[in-house]
């Protein structure tokens, strides 16, 4: 949430969004701090790029309330959109120009404002600006709609899906020009699909399924909470059932003196439960974010975020039959 007594720089309260029968948004409730990096992850038709549009008032919404720098968009106009900067997830430029032209003219509609930075923005994604739109490949196109979002340094950058078409060494680009927008001050909402991409660059995370917020979190939260696979090898068998009470544990599956598991949380009772006998091998590897977010999908949209374990069902093998202890 915001500080006390600072706008939001974007806050959204029960947003529906209805396109005929079906329903988009179900009540979203979103609020992203001034000045922060703001990643919002879902799949296509999680409801991304709908939420986008009824910030920019290119939509408008069935039901609830929108405030974009604390300001109503259906009321802001043009004034507000000059403190905005926008990349759509799909572009479309208009053919007969260069890259040049068309964003020279975008500054000229903004009193000039930008025209400085063209050229040195254009030179970092290694844009020609003097070649028609129409000869532009994706990723080209792409470096056009990431210039004409960030050259007159506004107050908040909404960027849906954009490294789309650019090669690592662009996104990389991309990543450290949006640290430093948001170094001077900008608030900088990501949509994206890519975790990847938001981990790196954002400081909070929502993510949407079926049009409902399921979780808003800082990101080294999440990854503490998307935890851990290990894998120990003891000397002798152990106890099934001893297992089973080590909070935090999942997806346990002891085969002879191997166990395998999913860790999440702190490890100190796993590490007192393995100190208790003879350990020959520890392995533990961090799950990417990625495991997380299927968490979410694996669960219904209303039921918030998975919930560390208290301990939990062992299965065991033993000579290729499975079983279980509780």
């Not at 796993?270 to 590897?285: D, G, K, P, S, T």
């Not at 299927?294 to 560390?308: I, K, L, Q």
């Amino acid at each position: 949430m915001a500080q006390q007594g600072e706008t939001p720089a974007i806050r959204t309260t029960g947003l529906v969004k209805d396109y005929g029968r079906t329903r988009a948004l179900h009540g979203l409730d979103l609020e992203v701090r001034a000045g922060e990096v703001f990643g919002f992850l879902g799949p296509n038709g999680a409801g991304k790029s709908t939420t986008i549009r009824l910030l920019l008032d290119l939509l408008r919404p069935t039901a609830g309330t929108v405030e974009v720098l604390g300001q109503d968009p259906t009321v802001g106009g043009p004034a507000l959109r000059s403190r905005l900067g926008y990349l759509p997830g799909e572009l479309a430029l208009p053919p007969r120009t260069t890259a040049g032209e068309y964003l020279h003219h975008l500054a000229a509609l903004r009193g000039g404002r930008g025209a400085s930075r063209i050229a040195g923005l254009a030179d970092r994604f290694a844009l020609d600006l003097s070649r028609d739109m129409r000869a532009l490949s994706k990723g080209n196109k792409q470096k056009v709609g990431l210039v004409q979002a960030f050259m007159h340094a506004p107050e908040l950058l909404v960027l849906d899906e954009p490294t789309s078409g650019l090669d690592p060494l662009l996104q990389h680009e991309f990543r450290a020009l949006a640290r430093e927008a948001a170094d001077d001050g900008a608030t900088i909402f990501l949509s994206s699909h890519v975790l990847q991409e938001v981990e790196q660059v954002a400081g909070r995370v929502a993510i949407i399924r079926a049009g409902v917020v399921v979780d808003v979190d800082d990101v080294a939260t999440l990854r503490r909470r998307a935890g851990q696979h290990v894998v120990l090898q003891f000397a002798e068998p152990v106890d099934a059932a001893e297992l089973a009470g080590v909070p935090g544990l999942t997806d346990v599956v002891l085969d002879g003196t191997t166990v395998t598991c999913l860790l999440r949380g702190e490890p100190t009772e796993l590490l007192r439960f393995a100190a208790r006998h003879r350990v020959l091998r520890w392995q533990a590897q961090d799950r990417e974010l990625e495991d997380l977010f299927m968490d979410f999908y694996r669960t219904d949209p209303g039921a918030g975020p998975p919930e560390e374990p208290a301990g939990g069902r062992v299965a065991v093998l033993r000579r290729g039959v499975r079983g279980g202890v509780r």
